[in-house]
Each structure stands twice: as structure tokens, then as C-alpha cells.
């Protein structure tokens, strides 16, 4: 049983979902500071303007989220004071639900990311030298397939 309510996030959840976004660059030292904390929360409206946002609430504090665009998840950050606690984990096993095929990117320097998308059968698909990103930083992509099972 998971220790977090999931639900789809909501206009007012912005700043805080912004927040998380936020406090997540601020102490990550490889990670360029490329926003303030205003953009992040209007970059997290709109998300959730596009219903793509779910977020996990524990004791009626947000302390998690995603963002899904079909099978691209675009985004998936935990609070620095839940990390640890299965948030994550319960936000990727609700993705995994709802599709049969999960897509992602994440940086070469978030080792952490790696280990918990490969911890959740997500395999390496390619690398590139993040001339492309907004953040000119090497990035992974990942991609997970639900198991047919056998007939």
C-alpha cells in the first residue's frame, strides 16, 4: 500500500509543483540555474493546463510529481525531504497503468535517476552529447515496455 494519494493536479498545485522544480536545480550543482522560481511555476501551469501533471500528496503536502505526454514522461521530481520514501516509485507504477510504453530523458550526471530508472526495468536506449537541450548537458534516453505475459 502506498504511503501517498495520487491525483491529477490542479491549477492552484502550480507553485508548488513549480517549486519542487525549483528547489531540485538550486541543489544540483552540475545542473545550470537557467530559470527563476516564477518561470518554473508558470512552465509548471502549464503542464498542468495540459492535464499532463499528477502529483502524489502525502499529509496534504504535495511532495511529488509527474508529467506525461502519452508515452513521453517529460518530468518526474520528488521533494528533497520525501526522496527515499517510495514517491517515486508510486508515480512510475501509476504511468505504467496507463501505457504499455514509457519514453524519457534524463542527464549523464544524474546518476541517481539512472539507477531508479533501471531499477524499474527501463533500458538505455541512446546517448547524446546534449548539444540539443536547453541545458547543453549529456543526456540518456530510456524506455520501458509492459511484459507481455505468457499465453
Known sequence: MSLFHLRPARSTDAGKVGGILTEFVAETDWMPKLHTGAEDIRFAGHMIDRGWVTVAVQNDTICGFSARDGVEVNCLYIAS???????????????????????????????????????????????????????????????????????
Open 81 to 151: 525531504n520525501t526522496r527515499g520514501q517510495g514517491c517515486g516509485r508510486a508515480l512510475l507504477d501509476a504511468m505504467k497503468t496507463q501505457s504499455d510504453t514509457l519514453d524519457l530523458w534524463t542527464f549523464q550526471a544524474n546518476q541517481p535517476a539512472q539507477k531508479f530508472y533501471q531499477k524499474h526495468d527501463f533500458t538505455e536506449v541512446e546517448r547524446t552529447d546534449g548539444a540539443t537541450t536547453d541545458e547543453k548537458l549529456p543526456d540518456i534516453r530510456y524506455s520501458w515496455q509492459k511484459q507481455r505475459s505468457a499465453q
